[in-house]
């Protein structure tokens, strides 16, 4: 593909289209180097029934999150002492995006990993260059932090997997969102492309899957745009299995059609070591905030929970409603 981040302005190099990024198993499959940057990647792993992949993580840290159906991961990585350790894990994951959150598990880089499902599904693994070799972890659905924030029509969920909580990572930071048809996420618009008080410099990927309807297929929108020094322009129909490259420059809104709910995966990495999100919003739309005081936040939402177990309290969502996803 086209360098993303040198060719500012051309929609074919932010917008990656459904299968045109797919080799093998994956039906998308970009590292670093194909999106023109220096750290964030992701591929999705399309399994059969009784399918399995082996890779290998190299310089990437990367999760294993379902986006449907269930999987075992099997881990092998070097000690200290010289010798390898093997692992399994079973991930319980989820029927869909739309229906659960789902447990994941993070990998560290130069390991070798084989993921196999017995009843086949979609598995997602966002990565990211790392230079620190942390542990493997595994974390269950309970413990996955979902946020509401927006109200009225601007009202989506995020759940956060290596967000705003005590995963250790080096650079990646993963997060999804839910948008119900009609709403507006990923607004106001807003950036992190250089490293200030406010901001810190991460590249992002969003990877969308929209839900269908009775008659078929969905669609959403979204936005991206540069500033005077780096101008770029997005603005195009997306559905599933399609992504967007955000290498600089404002971005959102996203936007659920009416009568179709948006998913989007955020996948971020940036060189700074202190893995903090921090954006600014584009100061012509941040007024939209102060609206938000007057409405409710949309019934329909939380979306998705954990499916096993039920959390035994209802999270404390509305606090981070300033955050733009």
């Known amino acids: 593909m086209t360098n993303a981040a ?15 990024s797919a080799t093998g198993l994956f039906s998308v499959d970009l590292g670093p180097e194909d999106a023109g940057w220096a750290f964030s990647g992701l591929r ?20 294993v999150l379902p986006l449907a159906g269930s999987c075992t991961v099997t881990v092998t990585t070097d000690t ?24 994941h598990l993070y990998v560290p880089t130069r390991t070798t990993l084989t993921i196999t499902s017995a009843d086949g599904g979609r598995f997602a693994l966002p990565s990211a260059r790392a230079s620190r070799r942390l542990p493997v972890s595994h974390r269950g659905a309970d413990e996955v932090r979902v ?59 969003y990877y969308f899957e929209v839900a269908s309807g009775p008659a078929g297929p969905g669609f959403g929108f979204h936005r991206t745009y540069g500033t005077a020094d780096r101008p770029l322009e997005l603005t195009e129909e997306v559905r599933t299995g399609d992504v967007v490259l955000t290498p600089h420059g404002y971005h959102g809104p996203s936007m659920a059609a ?7 995966l955020n996948v971020m ?17 941040h007024w939209i905030r102060a609206t938000w005081a007057d409405q409710q936040i949309d019934p329909r939402l939380p979306m998705t929970k954990a499916p096993v177990p039920e959390p035994t309290a209802e999270p404390a969502l509305p606090a981070e409603q300033e955050e733009p996803s």
């Open 6 to 20: 040198s060719a500012a302005g051309a929609p074919a190099d932010l917008l990656v289209r459904a299968g045109t």
């Open 44 to 63: 999705i792993l399309d399994l059969p029934p009784g399918g399995s992949q082996e890779l290998e993580t190299g310089a990437d840290e990367l999760l």
């Open 80 to 103: 200290a002492a010289g010798t390898a350790e093997t692992q399994t894990f079973t991930l319980q994951g989820r029927p869909d995006v739309f229906s659960a959150v789902t447990d």
């Open 269 to 285: 990495a940036g060189p700074a070591p202190d893995q903090e999100w921090l954006m600014t919003d584009d100061p012509a739309h």
């Open 258 to 264: 009416p009568g179709y709910d948006l998913y989007y």
């Open 147 to 205: 946020e509401l924030r927006g109200a009225g029509t601007c009202s989506r969920q995020v759940n956060n997997y290596a967000l705003g909580n005590d995963l250790d990572t080096d650079h990646l930071l993963v997060c999804e969102v839910l948008t119900p048809g009609g709403n507006w996420s990923s607004y106001p618009p807003h950036k992190h492309d250089e490293h200030t008080d406010d901001e810190r410099e991460l590249e992002e990927i």
